[in-house]
């Protein structure tokens, strides 16, 4: 059988809160439990949504808190030629086309769904008389996705009528998150993904260019997402609070009841090593909730909410 490879792919808009640690926190023990590999990769393929030391930050929290990864750290800013590629492969089988649509023209137009709103096309056919190339876009067919995922409940997405022709190259040049994350697993043989349920719905499109790049789909399994008393994702924007590693691992104790995960008799009193070798030992999947979403613990949110 091929070696479970995972992995935890975060990116440097802040420090580590608390639901980036979620999704650390289950792909590491996932990936453990079944003695494989996890791999770390740092999403710094935005730059104007960077923070400066971000990534070194997140680094020194995971190896603070006692996670270690497999091999070195990946960082996308250093494979823009294997996007590049990719790009190139996929405009060469004329999958791709010019859009000079702007956001603020497709937000006024667009059908909006739970992906987000569906482009309505209008580039798809050429470029409309007095517009410019701005984001290049991939077609899309009227075919419907399936994500079988290990937790959540199945997905079918209709790609023409859920998403619509999606971008893979930003109108600054940079490539997209869903282009780059395809290219980057199956470069670094990633057969099983876990992360947060807030990209459930992105998973088909990335299946799509997999099917057109001729990549492997992995597994799938998207934890609940952390969320404030307004039902916000924390982030960077709800001034999530940054993770803080103690001594008594009162963070990944915090994550393991989140996710709903059996503790050790007096888990402050584990050593740091003895907590997460209790934890992978124990990772149940079963037990963590079948939900989108699930309320932060207190400490972990703005304190002015």
């Not at 930050?57 to 750290?73: K, R």
Request: proline share 7%; aromatic share 8%; charged share 20%.
């Amino acid at each position: 059988m091929t070696r479970y490879r995972g992995r935890f792919a975060p990116s440097p808009t802040g420090p580590l809160h608390f639901g980036s640690l979620v999704a650390a926190t289950g792909s590491y023990l996932d990936a453990r439990h079944q003695q494989g590999e996890w791999l770390l990769r740092i999403e710094d393929l935005d730059p104007p949504r960077e923070i400066a030391g971000a990534s070194a930050s997140i680094i020194s929290t995971l190896e603070q808190l006692g996670m270690q990864w497999d091999g070195p750290i990946s960082y996308q800013s250093q494979r823009s030629r294997h996007y590049t590629a990719a790009f190139d492969r996929l405009r060469q089988h004329g999958y791709l086309y010019d859009c000079g649509c702007s956001r603020q023209e497709i937000a006024d137009s667009a059908i909006h769904t739970e992906a987000g709103p569906v482009y309505p096309g209008t580039c798809r056919n050429g470029l409309p008389p007095g517009r410019r190339p701005r984001s290049v876009r991939v077609r899309t067919e009227a075919i419907t996705i399936s994500v079988a995922d290990r937790l959540q409940a199945p997905l079918q997405q209709q790609l023409a009528s859920g998403t619509g022709d999606f971008v893979v190259r930003r109108a600054d040049r940079l490539f997209s998150y869903q282009l780059a994350v395809v290219v980057d697993d199956a470069a670094q043989q990633i057969n099983h993904i876990v992360r947060g349920a807030d990209l459930l719905d992105s998973t088909p499109r990335q299946m799509y260019l997999q099917r057109l790049l001729g990549l492997p789909t992995p597994t799938y399994l998207h934890l609940p997402v952390a969320v404030n008393s307004e039902q916000a994702k924390l982030s960077k924007q709800t001034l999530a609070q940054a993770v803080i590693a103690d001594e008594r691992h009162s963070a990944v104790i915090d994550v393991l009841r989140f996710l709903q995960q059996e503790l050790p008799e007096s888990p402050h009193d584990a050593s740091r090593d003895e907590l997460w070798q209790w934890a992978i030992e124990h990772w149940d999947v079963t037990a963590v909730p079948a939900s989108r979403t699930l309320p932060a613990p207190a400490g972990y949110l703005d304190p002015s909410l």
